[in-house]
């Protein structure tokens, strides 16, 4: 399931969002949980309204279950939904860049959330430079 949001999110269209939200199938017909992609690609900026009521649009998402990936491509927005996510605290959340990124993480089958992977990430790239820091300091000693 997809919906597009593009504009300027305020309180009116933060709120038309909630509503297509609520609206959406949550599941497939074989009963299983759809996941969802909010595509903010064409989100201009946003106000203080529109935020807190996206907080509450994603509150409720948490509480329906459903993984969610929110398509971003500016880093206002991307800073607005890493927001939401963290206040939030769904871990069944991510934000991405790109559709086929959206679709890995609706499809992932297990159950590590965007923090946990994104830490895992980070470890694995400071071990790759402690590893070439020691090999550069081996080869000029």
Excluded: C
């Amino acid at each position: 399931m997809r919906v597009r949001v593009s504009g300027f999110l305020n309180g009116s269209l933060a709120a038309r969002l909630l509503e297509r939200l609520r609206d959406a199938p949550q599941d497939d017909d074989e009963g299983e949980r759809l996941g969802l992609v909010i595509d903010l690609r064409e989100l201009r900026d946003f106000d203080d309204v529109g935020y807190e009521r996206l907080v509450a649009a994603q509150r409720e998402l948490k509480s329906s279950e459903r993984r969610t990936a929110y398509l971003i491509s500016r880093p206002r927005i991307r800073g607005m939904v890493f927001k939401v996510i963290h206040i939030t605290q769904d871990e069944r959340t991510r934000p991405v860049t790109n559709l086929a990124m959206a679709r890995a993480w609706l499809t992932r089958q297990d159950e590590r959330s965007y923090a946990e992977t994104s830490l895992d990430r980070a470890k694995t790239l400071l071990e790759r430079i402690r590893q070439r820091s020691t090999s550069r300091a081996a080869e000029s000693a």
